[in-house]
């Protein structure tokens, strides 16, 4: 059974920062990357946008366009938790963070099968 399980979202005014963590259980399948998705207010589960996406080991990263040079993801092994650190946040961040986990190397939500019950990340102006 796999889980996944987020936390350290909340509320912040323009120009803030967040770290989000999410937990993986141990029943992860052990080549999965771990992915960052978000889902604006009013949005279908559909339109997720991905936000990060890392690999296993930790070596590799990719960011979507629109949180370049603010947002990072890491994780020091495959058992500890993937963070997301987020930076000089916007309101149009506002959203409910997911993490995911899934075999392809793709911020596309479809080929994510696992997912976490998101935190909610609210920024203000």
Do not use: H
Not at 45 to 65: C, F, K, M, P
Not at 86 to 105: F, I
């Amino acid at each position: 059974q796999v889980q996944l399980v987020e936390s350290g979202g909340g509320s912040v005014q323009a120009g803030g920062s967040l770290r989000l963590s999410c937990a993986v259980s141990r029943a992860t399948v052990s080549n999965y990357c771990m992915g960052w998705f978000r889902q604006a207010a009013g949005k279908e589960r559909e339109e997720r946008e991905g936000v990060a996406i890392i690999s296993v080991d930790g070596s590799l990263t990719d960011l979507a366009d629109s949180v370049k040079g603010r947002f990072t993801i890491s994780r020091d092994n495959p058992n500890t938790p993937v963070y997301l650190q987020m930076n000089s946040l916007q309101p149009e961040d506002t959203a409910t963070y997911y993490c995911a986990t899934g075999v392809a190397w793709s911020l596309a939500p479809e080929n994510f099968p696992y997912w976490g019950q998101g935190t909610q990340v609210t920024v203000s102006s």
